[in-house]
C-alpha cells in the first residue's frame, strides 16, 4: 500500500515540477495538469504523501544528510571509505567543507523541495470541501515544512523562507519563527476539526499528527530561545504515543541502507558515540546496547539503534527529547543567576530520563539508571542535559546545532565540533543573487 502511495506521488510530482520548470506546455492526454492535482482532494493528498518521500527517502533525502552532515561535524561518526569524498569533508571540517560538497548540497535541495511543495499544499487546501480532510492536509504539510525550515535553520545561518527567483534569505531566526507558526496554525486546527476517515485511510500510516505538532513546536522553541513555549508544548506531548517515519524493502530507511547495513560509508566513532571523556556514557547505561553493536563482526558496522532494516521506522521524535527539552527550558529560562526551583524542577525531569527503563519507554529506550547526584548547579545539569542528549538522540542529527547552543567546544581541528554551519551550495551560490556574499564558519 505504502509503495503503490509513492509510486503515484513520484508522477504527480514530476509532474510538477517540470510544469514549473519550463513555459511551454506539451499536453499529455493520460496525465494530470499541474490545476487538477492541486484542485482534488484526492490530488492534494497524494502530494502531501511525496513531502514524506523526499524528506526521507534514500542518500538525496534530508534525514541521511542531516545526520550525516550532524555527525560527522561532531565526532559522533566517522567515514569507513576514503572514496567518500564529501563526507571526508565534513569530517575534517574547517575549510575543508566546500560549497560543492554533495551532502551538504542534498541536504539543502532536499529541504527547499519539501518546503516548496508543502507551499503549494497549503496554498490550495481551500478548494477541500470535508473540514477532517482539510485539517489533516494541512496538518501533515505543516509539519514537513515545519521539519524542512527547521532542519536548515540547524545547519545554515541563513536560507530563503519562500520558492521563488532570486529568492531572498532570511536568518535562522525567522525560519524558526515560520516554522513554529504553521505548526500552530496547524494544531489549532487539529483541535477544532479532527482528523477525517478519508485523511487517514489516504495517508502514509505512523506519523502521529497532533502529538507530532507539539513536539514540534517544543523542538524549535528551544532552538528559538523561546523557553516558555518549549516547556508547554513539550508537556503536551503524549509519551505513550509513538510517531515515526514509514519505511519499507522499496522505500528504505535511509540510515540504514546508505550506512549501517554496510561498511563503506560511516558509521559511530566508538562505542561512546565519539563524546570526549567527562561526557562518557556510564557503562551501566543500557541505551548504548541499543545504539551501539559492541561485539560486531568484520563486515559489521556498529551502528544500529532505530536502522536495524529496511523497513524499520525511525521515530519522528522521541519521548526522551520531550523529557529534555523540559529540563532544559526550565533551566535556560531562569537566566545565568540561576534558581532553585526550576534548576530542582529540571533535574526531576532529567531524572524521569536517567531511571526510565526499556520496558516503560515507548520505542524501547531506557537508561536504567541511578537518579542524578552531581552538583545542584545549573551549568552542571546544562552540562547532564547535553550528554543525555547525545546519548538519547543519537544518529538524530541534532548534535551540531546542540554543541552550539551549549557552547562546547570548537569549531576547531581537535574541539567537539569542527564547523559551526555549513557554506551555502555552489549551486544556489551559482543561481541566486541573494546569496550571501560570504559563507558562514
Do not use: H
Not at 37 to 59: E, F, M
Not at 212 to 232: E, H, N, P, W
Not at 312 to 339: D, N
Request: charged content about 20%.
Amino acid at each position: 500500500m505504502i509503495l503503490k502511495k509513492y509510486t503515484s506521488v513520484c508522477c504527480l510530482l514530476i509532474i510538477l515540477i517540470s510544469q514549473n520548470a519550463c513555459r511551454e506546455e506539451y499536453l499529455n492526454p493520460s496525465a494530470a495538469s499541474e490545476q487538477q492535482v492541486i484542485n482534488s482532494p484526492d490530488g492534494l493528498l497524494a502530494l502531501a504523501n511525496g513531502l514524506q518521500s523526499r524528506y526521507t527517502a534514500g542518500r538525496l533525502g534530508a534525514i541521511y544528510n542531516a545526520v550525516a552532515a550532524g555527525g560527522l561535524t561532531t565526532r559522533e561518526f566517522r567515514v569507513l571509505n576514503a572514496g567518500n569524498v564529501d563526507e571526508i569533508g565534513l569530517e575534517a571540517g574547517l575549510a575543508n567543507v566546500t560549497n560543492q560538497n554533495s551532502v551538504v548540497r542534498q541536504l539543502w535541495t532536499s529541504c527547499l523541495i519539501v518546503n516548496s511543495n508543502a507551499d503549494i499544499i497549503l496554498a490550495n487546501t481551500d478548494k477541500i470541501a470535508e473540514a477532517g480532510t482539510k485539517s489533516g492536509i494541512v496538518a501533515y504539510a505543516a509539519i514537513f515544512k515545519a521539519l524542512s525550515l527547521g532542519t536548515l535553520a540547524q545547519f545554515f545561518e541563513q536560507a530563503p523562507i519562500k520558492a521563488g527567483e532570486n529568492a531572498p534569505f532570511v536568518p535562522r531566526a525567522q525560519l524558526l519563527a515560520e516554522a513554529i507558526a504553521q505548526l500552530e496554525a496547524a494544531a489549532t486546527l487539529v483541535g477544532s476539526t479532527p482528523l477525517s476517515d478519508k485523511f487517514k485511510l489516504g495517508i502514509v500510516p505512523g506519523i502521529d499528527i497532533p502529538n507530532t505538532l507539539q513536539a514540534l513546536i517544543a523542538r524549535y522553541s528551544l532552538f528559538a530561545g523561546d523557553y516558555t513555549k518549549a516547556l508547554a508544548a513539550a508537556g503536551k506531548v503524549d509519551l505513550t504515543k509513538r510517531s515515526f517515519f514509514s519505511f519499507d524493502d522499496n522505500t528504505r530507511n535511509p540510515i540504514f541502507e546508505t550506512a549501517f547495513s554496510n561498511r563503506n560509508v560511516i558509521e559511530p566513532t566508538n562505542a561512546t558515540l565519539g563524546l570526549p571523556t567527562v561526557l562518557m556514557p556510564d557503562p551501566a547505561d543500557k541505551r548504548i546496547a541499543l545504539y551501539i553493536r559492541t561485539t560486531p563482526s568484520a563486515t559489521q558496522n556498529l551502528g544500529t539503534g532505530f536502522a536495524t532494516a529496511n523497513n524499520a521506522p525511525l521515530p519522528v521524535y522521541l519521548p526522551g527529547e520531550m523529557l529534555l527539552i523540559r529540563a532544559e527550558a526550565l533551566i535556560r529560562s531562569i537566566g545565568s543567576g540561576g534558581s532553585p526551583t526550576n534548576v530542582t524542577l529540571a533535574i526531576a525531569e532529567l531524572n524521569k530520563v536517567l531511571t526510565k527503563t526499556a520496558a516503560t519507554d515507548a520505542w524501547g529506550l531506557g537508561a536504567a539508571l541511578p537518579a542524578y547526584l552531581g552538583p545542584v548547579q545549573a551549568a552542571d545539569v546544562l552540562t547532564e542535559i547535553y550528554r543525555n542528549r547525545a546519548i538519547e538522540l543519537a544518529y538524530s542529527g541534532f548534535r551540531l546545532e546542540d554543541s552550539r547552543r551549549f557552547g562546547r567546544s570548537g569549531p576547531s581541528v581537535t574541539g567537539e565540533r569542527n564547523r559551526n554551519f555549513m557554506p551555502y551550495p555552489r549551486t544556489e551560490r551559482d543561481n541566486n543573487t541573494s546569496t550571501p556574499a560570504k559563507d558562514p564558519d
